[in-house]
């Protein structure tokens, strides 16, 4: 279990009741795992779904809880695993990305905790493997796991316009447990320590419980996911502490051969205050509870196609700012042909409303697609795009709309060699409620006008070499550039590191 945490950071409003509130957490997760290992003894043979990322099969402390697309491999072998012949990529009612976004990453579902201006260890793309888990008692097996990461860098932003050079030691130590096949907890405190005056030292946390279980056609999910969080951010232009908790619940029901039907449930909170405050450049930063619910009917063509439509209703409560009901209507197509293709795009509108104060709606295109293609045995291209709707930091901002994309291609050199390169590009318009004029007859009144316009590019070229089967070794050097239309929110920055990795 995690206790509860100390920091240099000094937490704005958190008191006794967060502290019983994270024990209470703990209890429920530890009551949780003592049932699921009664029930894998018992001989429960649910599996989990394909696509969906419900036991985590990857030890090292990543930052996103979905991704994109899957590698082909994966998505054969969960399919030969389900009972439900289904699904489609990732279930859509997976929690929202929890941890900063890093940059030239896959571009996350909904980031709730922002980007942040560190490029961060490169993915495990040629990492080591982990292999059997270490047997604890009964169904239940451990997996340690530790990263150490380097990184020396410049113009990382300290305070809006006052960018820095520091070296950054962080190290990541953790555990994942396995209960069976049905239920997993990982738990990965990070410790970075910064060189220069400017930052703070911090302990970060982040842990998730995942677990499904099925009835006769239907397959339940629960993730549980908590994370801290202080790292400089481009959103703030400062070093930023913030938690996050989100909480999915998911079920599918299996209405045939070819058609079945995912519904979800999501509570998504996030809490943004801190030290932040301290600094006169930054205004007071807001907190975030969203609900949503979502119903998906998908369409399975056999193997290689898939389709599905689905809605999503959401009800986002901004303090302090004005409270957002949407809707989106969406459609999801996976196109899987062979084992060197997967291709999976989803897309729609959304209708997000304001209340408090209000404005007129906002009716936005949004998207989310990855291509992954092998084009030779050893050489891999992938790309994404996507266009996302997120309330923002920022007081005099209600909504960031950003419109990313990114690519990486991924070639092993060797058996143990493997060299990776990324890019990404991004729009982030940051619109706000303003009072505007409404024609010679109508006077003034409230309207959306975009109050800040950020411009993100971003290069990463990594090196990584597998010591023995479970250790591997990283380098890499990356460029990132952020132009604002604010004044104080753009930099230019260098870095340049190393990353150390195991995973029993």
């Known amino acids: 279990m995690f206790i509860p945490k100390q920091k240099q950071i000094s937490r704005c409003g958190s008191g006794r009741a967060q502290e019983l509130q994270r024990w209470f957490s703990a209890v429920f997760v530890f009551v949780l795992l003592v049932s699921a290992a009664g029930q894998d003894a018992g001989g429960n043979a649910g599996t989990n779904q394909p696509g969906a990322r419900i036991v985590s099969t990857n030890p090292a402390p990543t930052q996103n809880i979905e991704t994109p697309s899957l590698p082909p491999s994966v998505i054969e072998q969960l ?100 209960v069976g096949k049905q239920w997993s907890l990982d738990y990965s405190p990070t410790f970075s320590y910064y060189s220069s005056p400017g930052f703070n030292n911090t302990m970060d946390e982040a842990v998730t419980l995942r677990g499904n279980w099925t009835s006769e056609n239907w397959v339940f999910g629960l993730s549980q996911s908590y994370s801290s969080s202080s790292q400089p951010l481009i959103e703030t232009g400062i070093q930023t502490e913030q938690e996050a908790y989100a909480t999915a619940l998911t079920a599918s029901y299996q209405m045939g051969s070819e058609l079945s039907l995912q519904l979800g449930l999501n509570q998504n909170f996030r809490d943004a205050e801190g030290d932040v405050q301290a600094s006169t450049n930054v205004p007071p930063l807001t907190d975030l509870h969203e609900w949503t619910g979502n119903g998906w009917l998908d369409y399975q063509a056999g193997k290689m196609f898939g389709m599905a439509m689905g809605l999503i209703l959401g009800y986002d409560k901004v303090d302090p700012g004005s409270d957002m009901p949407y809707e989106q209507l969406q459609g999801k197509i996976n196109f899987h042909p062979g084992p060197k293709l997967t291709l999976t795009l989803s897309g729609g509108v959304e209708d997000r409303q304001f209340t408090g104060p209000s404005a007129p709606s906002l009716i936005s295109p949004i998207f989310n697609g990855s291509l992954q293609y092998q084009i030779f045995q050893p050489t891999t291209i992938i790309i994404n795009a996507s266009r996302t709707t997120t309330p923002s930091f920022l007081t005099n901002a209600e909504v ?103 995973q029993y």
Request: aromatic share 8%; proline share 8%; net charge neutral.
């Open 79 to 178: 399919q030969e695993q389900s009972p439900l012949t289904n699904q489609i990529g990732v279930t859509p009612s997976q929690p929202p990305a929890l941890g900063p976004a890093t940059l030239g990453a896959a571009p996350p579902t909904a980031a709730i905790m922002g980007t942040s201006t560190l490029s961060g260890p490169p993915s495990t793309f040629g990492a080591g493997k982990a292999g059997p888990g270490i047997p604890l008692w009964g169904p239940i097996n451990i997996h340690p796991h530790l990263v150490y990461t380097f990184t020396y860098g410049n113009g990382i932003d300290a305070q809006p316009g006052k960018q820095g050079n520091t070296a950054i030691n962080t190290v990541t130590p953790g555990v994942l447990i396995n």
């Open 400 to 502: 960031q709309v950003s419109t990313s994309f990114s690519g990486s291609i991924r070639q092993q050199l060797s058996k143990k060699l493997s060299l990776e390169g990324d890019a990404s590009y991004s729009t982030t318009p940051y619109t706000g409620i303003e009072t505007a004029m409404v024609g010679f007859h109508f006077g003034n009144a409230p309207a959306l006008q975009v109050v800040r316009n950020d411009t993100t590019t971003s290069y990463r070229i990594s090196l990584a070499y597998n010591i023995v089967e479970r250790a591997s070794l990283s380098i890499f050097y990356s460029l990132s550039d952020n132009t604002s239309s604010q004044s104080g929110f753009g930099y230019s920055s260098r870095q340049i590191g190393l990353s150390l990795s195991y």
